[in-house]
């Protein structure tokens, strides 16, 4: 059941990742793109980053399971 959940956990995280908005194109990629690149996020931006962390965690947190308990 653990490596399911996992899986299942693992495609949540590339879906937030890839939501996530950046600067534009490829520039954004390897640092350019003028602007800031701290600022605050806001309203949904906000959402979508912390449940981006808490998946990682929980991720991590079954690869440790997995680990130790196989």
């Given at each position: 059941m653990?490596?399911?959940?996992?899986?299942?956990?693992?495609?949540?995280?590339?879906?937030?990742?890839l939501i996530?908005?950046r600067?534009g194109?490829?520039?954004?990629?390897f640092?350019?793109?003028?602007?800031t690149?701290?600022?605050?996020?806001?309203?949904?931006?906000?959402?979508?980053?912390?449940?981006?962390?808490v998946?990682?965690?929980l991720?991590?947190?079954?690869?440790?399971?997995?680990?130790?308990?196989a």
């Amino acid at each position: 059941m653990r490596p399911i959940l996992q899986i299942i956990i693992s495609l949540i995280v590339i879906g937030l990742v890839l939501i996530q908005e950046r600067a534009g194109g490829m520039s954004g990629i390897f640092g350019g793109g003028g602007g800031t690149p701290y600022y605050a996020r806001r309203g949904v931006e906000k959402g979508i980053f912390y449940a981006t962390i808490v998946a990682v965690a929980l991720f991590a947190l079954l690869a440790l399971l997995n680990l130790f308990l196989a």
